[in-house]
């Protein structure tokens, strides 16, 4: 007969659905960089039932749904700010935008200020 190596006081989940939402309240905190012990005690689970959560959540894609969704919320914001980055002259912030976004390598060069030639407030 096997016995229970469940953690006294910790909370059992028996309803899918339930597993399924703490999987993916817990994947939500450990993407906002919560540790697995913050996890263990936040949510009054095992280390195990931490580790069978996130897998859980990673197998059902949820990490690719958070993501897309923090890309649609943030790529308007980065955008605006590239635009008022590069109308200010600053090419320093709007490379550090676009190597943040992964549309640039961190290695490419740039002056510090636009060059009179290239001001996009100039209208050419």
Do not use: W, Y
């Not at 190596?5 to 817990?26: F, H, I, K, S």
């Amino acid at each position: 007969m096997r016995t229970s190596a469940r953690r006294t006081g910790t909370t059992v989940l028996a309803n899918e659905r339930e597993q399924l939402a703490q999987a993916m309240a817990m994947m939500n905190r450990r993407i906002q960089g919560a540790s697995i012990r913050t996890l263990q005690a936040e949510f009054n689970s095992s280390r195990a039932t931490v580790a069978r959560r996130l897998r859980l959540a990673r197998g059902l894609g949820l990490i690719e749904d958070l993501q897309t969704t923090l890309l649609h919320r943030l790529a308007p914001l980065a955008a605006a700010t590239f635009e008022a980055a590069l109308m200010q002259g600053d090419l320093g912030a709007a490379k550090a935008i676009l190597v943040g976004l992964g549309i640039l390598q961190g290695n490419v060069r740039v002056a510090n200020k636009a060059s009179a030639d290239c001001d996009p407030r100039q209208d050419g």
